[in-house]
């Protein structure tokens, strides 16, 4: 069964920097690409970045291109998503995704 637990959202100030963790749990988490997406209140799911099985490539919704870096440890069966340059805009509960499978999303606020 796939379980997918994220971590380290929290409170930031624009232009501050976060690390989001999501480790995976119940399938062979080399064989498959992942991804984050974010939802802030009242929208609908946005996709934020990819990462393909081996982490050999990556890619970025435009909003946050150059500002976000979506990595993996196929060792420990851990997807990251370090987060620069924050802005307000970037507010929203995160979620790490295999497939349609996500887990309980971590919120990440960015506020002054």
């Known amino acids: 069964q796939v379980r997918l637990v994220e971590s380290g959202g929290g409170l930031v100030q624009p232009g501050g920097s976060l690390r989001l963790s999501c480790a995976a749990f119940g399938f062979t988490f080399t064989g498959y690409a992942m991804m984050w997406a974010r939802q802030r209140p009242g929208e609908g799911l946005e996709w934020v970045a990819g990462?393909?099985?081996?982490?050999?490539?990556?890619y970025y919704a435009d909003s946050v291109k150059g500002r976000f870096t979506i990595t993996r440890d196929n060792m420990k069966n851990i997807v990251y998503l370090q987060m620069n340059s924050l802005k307000t805009e970037d507010t929203a509960m995160y979620y790490c995704?295999?497939?349609?499978?996500r887990g309980q999303g971590t919120q990440v606020t960015v506020s002054s």
């Open positions: 995704l295999k497939d349609a499978s």
């Open positions: 990462i393909t099985s081996g982490g050999a490539t990556q």
